[in-house]
C-alpha cells in the first residue's frame, strides 16, 4: 500500500521517512512509498548511522517541533507500545524553545483581552519565565497588586498544529491496516493523542481543570493548586495565581533538613490517589519539573493542560487492580484486565495469564521496599499488547503517574517507601468511596429502581408462565465441551437403570416368598432365592465401579491441576 504524498507536506514526510529508517523501520518507508521523498543522501546518512540510541529519539522528536514533541511525552507513558528502554529518555523530554518576540505578546493580549497590556496589568515583564512548544509564560501583577504569571498560546501554532495532524492522520490510517496496527490499535492511539493536545490548546480547559482540583484537594493543607483569574484568561491566554519556589528535585540536602519530607511525601501520594480513586480527575503529568516546593514548605502543582479523566467503572476497576497487584493474586489481575480491556483477533489469553503469572509473582517476591506498583501496571500493559489485548490508556497513564510520584517521593524523603503508602491509604479511601454511594440521592435512586423491578415483577412472571404453557419458552444452554457432557449424562442413565433393575429383583423376590414351589434353598422358595442373590450380587457390583469410576476421574482431575 503506498500513500500519495501531498507537494505541500513533502518536507514532514521527509522527516517522518528518515526517522523510520534511522530507528529500524526501512520497510515502513518502502512499502507507504515514502522513500520518494528521501534523496540518496538523506537515506545513507539515516542509514549508516548505525543503531540508534534511545536518548536520539527524544532528541529527533523535539527538533521536529511541538507535534511530535506531545507525542513523544504520550509514548512514555504507553509501555505496551515501546520498548522500556524508550520511555524513560521520552518521559524527560523538555520542549523548552526559544520565546517569541515581546511584540507579539502585546498583540495576542490585546486581541484576546482587548485591552492593552498596560490597562489589563500594573506590572508585566517583558522577559518570559519560560517558553515551551506550545507557549510561553510571563510574570505580572493585576491592578490590585496580585502577583501573577500569564500563559500566553504561540502565535501560528494551531495552523501548525493542524498541518501535522493531517500528516499524521494519513500514516495512522494506513499503519492502522498492518498486523501491529491493529494489535496496537494504532487509530485509535492517534484519536487519542488529538484529543488531549487539542485540549491543551485551549487554555479555557486548564483554567477548569485547576478549579475542579483546587477544590477536590481543599483537605490537604500542604497541597496547593494555583487558581485562574477567569476575567484574564481565554482559549489562548491563561492567567494564573503566580508561584513561588524551586522545583522538587532542586531543593538542597541542607532546606531538606528543615522538611518534614515524609509527612509531605505521604500527603502527595494521598491526594493523587484520591484525585485517581474518588475525584475522577487526575494531574496526568506529575514530573519533577511540574512540581514545586514553595517558600511556606507546600507543595505546588503545576502545569494541569494534561489530565486524566476516569469514569467511576473504570476506577474500582484499578483500585481491585492496584489490590490485586500488591497481594500478588495473578490470576485477578489477569481477569481484570481481560474484563476492560478489548481483545483482537490475534489475542492469546493462555499466554497473557502466563506472562501475568510471572510479572506478578516477580513482584510478590520482592520485598515491600522493592515493590513497585506503577512499574507492574506499565507492565501488565506491555503484556497485554503483546499477547493482542488492548488496554485502556488509563491503566498506563496510572503507572507513569505512580513511577513519576516515586521519584518525587523520593526526592523529599531518600527513605520514603512510596507503595507502602499506597497500601496505607488505598483502604481509607475505598472506606470514602463506599459512604459516598450511600448518600441520600443515591439511596433514592435504588429505590425508585426497586420500586419499578417490583412493579413490573407480576407481568414479567404472568408472561414467562404464559410461554411455558404455550410451549414457547426455549432454554438455551452453552456446554464447553459437548461430548464430555453427553458421556456424563449416559453414565448417570446407566447406574440409573442397573439400580431399576436391582430393586425390580428384590420386589419380585419378596412376592415370590409366599409362592410353596417343591425348589428350594435355604428352607425358602427357590426361585425367591435366586432373585434376592441376583440382586445382591449387582448392588456389590454397582457400589464396586462407582467408587472405582469416581477414584479415576478423582486422579484425571489431579493430573491436569
Known amino acids: 500500500m503506498k500513500i500519495s504524498l501531498k507537494p505541500h507536506h513533502l518536507k514532514r514526510y521527509k522527516d517522518i521517512a528518515r526517522l523510520f529508517i534511522k530507528y ?89 483581552l ?71 490499535q494504532y487509530a485509535r492511539l492517534f484519536e487519542e493523542f488529538k484529543r488531549t493536545l487539542v485540549s491543551e490548546l485551549d487554555y479555557t480547559r486548564e483554567a477548569a481543570s485547576m478549579t475542579s482540583m ?111 497487584i500488591s497481594e500478588g493474586n495473578s490470576e485477578e489481575v489477569a481477569s481484570l ?17 502466563r506472562r501475568t503469572a510471572q510479572l506478578v509473582a516477580e513482584q510478590k517476591d520482592n520485598t515491600l521496599q522493592q515493590l513497585d506498583i506503577g512499574r507492574a501496571l506499565l507492565e501488565v500493559g506491555r503484556s497485554a499488547g503483546e499477547a493482542g489485548l488492548y488496554i485502556p490508556t488509563e491503566l498506563s497513564v496510572l503507572g507513569k503517574t505512580l513511577l513519576q510520584l516515586d521519584e518525587i517521593g523520593k526526592a523529599l524523603d531518600p527513605e520514603f517507601n512510596p507503595n507502602a503508602s499506597i497500601r496505607r491509604n488505598v483502604a481509607e479511601l475505598v472506606n470514602r468511596r463506599m459512604r459516598s454511594e450511600m448518600s441520600t440521592g443515591k439511596m433514592f435512586s435504588s429505590l425508585l429502581d426497586m420500586k419499578d423491578f417490583v412493579g413490573a415483577l407480576p407481568r414479567r412472571l404472568n408472561k414467562i408462565l404464559d410461554s411455558v404453557a404455550n410451549a414457547e419458552l426455549e432454554v438455551k444452554v452453552k456446554a464447553t465441551d459437548a461430548n464430555l457432557l453427553l458421556a456424563g449424562f449416559q453414565k448417570i442413565a446407566n447406574r440409573i437403570t442397573t439400580g431399576l433393575i436391582l430393586a425390580a429383583l428384590i420386589i419380585g423376590a419378596s412376592l415370590l416368598m409366599n409362592i410353596r414351589t417343591s425348589f428350594q434353598l435355604f428352607g425358602y422358595p427357590g426361585l425367591a432365592i435366586l432373585c434376592f442373590l441376583l440382586a445382591a450380587g449387582g448392588g456389590f457390583w454397582l457400589v464396586f465401579t462407582i467408587f472405582i469410576s469416581d477414584h479415576k476421574d478423582q486422579q484425571r482431575n489431579e493430573r491436569k491441576n
Open 214 to 324: 483546587a477544590r477536590n484537594l481543599a483537605e490537604f493543607p500542604h497541597i496547593l493548586i494555583p487558581l485562574p483569574i477567569h476575567d484574564y484568561t481565554t482559549r489562548s491566554v491563561l492567567t494564573m495565581e503566580h508561584v513561588t519556589g524551586v522545583k522538587i528535585t532542586k531543593v538542597s540536602p541542607l532546606a531538606r533538613l528543615e522538611l518534614n519530607g515524609s509527612a509531605l511525601a505521604e500527603e502527595l501520594f494521598k491526594a493523587y490517589l484520591k484525585q485517581v480513586l474518588l475525584d475522577g480527575l487526575f494531574h496526568a503529568d506529575p514530573h519533577p519539573g511540574n512540581v514545586f516546593l514553595t517558600h511556606d514548605k507546600k507543595i505546588a502543582l503545576l502545569d494541569l493542560g494534561m489530565v486524566g479523566r476516569l469514569s467511576p467503572g473504570m476506577q474500582e476497576q484499578l483500585i481491585k487492580i492496584l489490590v490485586a
Open 337 to 353: 484486565a481481560i474484563n476492560i480491556g478489548e481483545t483482537t483477533e490475534s489475542f492469546n489469553e493462555v499466554d497473557f495469564r
Open 24 to 112: 529500524g523501520r526501512s520497510d515502513v518507508v518502502s512499502d507507504f512509498g515514502l522513500d520518494s521523498a528521501l534523496d540518496d543522501g538523506d537515506r545513507n546518512s539515516a542509514r549508516d548511522r548505525g543503531e540508534a540510541r534511545p536518548e536520539e529519539l527524544a532528541d529527533d522528536l523535539e527538533a521536529m517541533g511541538p507535534t511530535y514533541i506531545k507525542l513523544g511525552q504520550l509514548l512514555s507513558s504507553r509501555a505496551d507500545l515501546l520498548p522500556e528502554r524508550y520511555l524513560k529518555p521520552l518521559a524527560r523530554l523538555q520542549d523548552s524553545v526559544k520565546p517569541f518576540p515581546y511584540e507579539q505578546v502585546e498583540q495576542i493580549l490585546l486581541d484576546e
Open 114 to 184: 482587548g485591552v492593552r497590556i498596560s490597562k489589563a496589568f500594573s506590572q508585566f515583564d517583558p522577559e518570559p519565565l519560560a517558553a515551551a512548544s506550545l507557549g510561553q509564560v510571563h510574570k505580572a501583577a493585576l491592578r490590585d497588586g496580585r502577583p501573577v504569571v500569564v500563559k500566553i498560546l504561540r502565535p501560528g501554532i494551531r495552523k501548525q498544529i493542524a498541518e501535522d495532524m493531517e500528516v499524521l492522520e494519513e500514516i495512522s490510517d494506513i499503519l492502522g491496516h498492518t498486523k501491529a496496527g491493529k494489535r496496537f
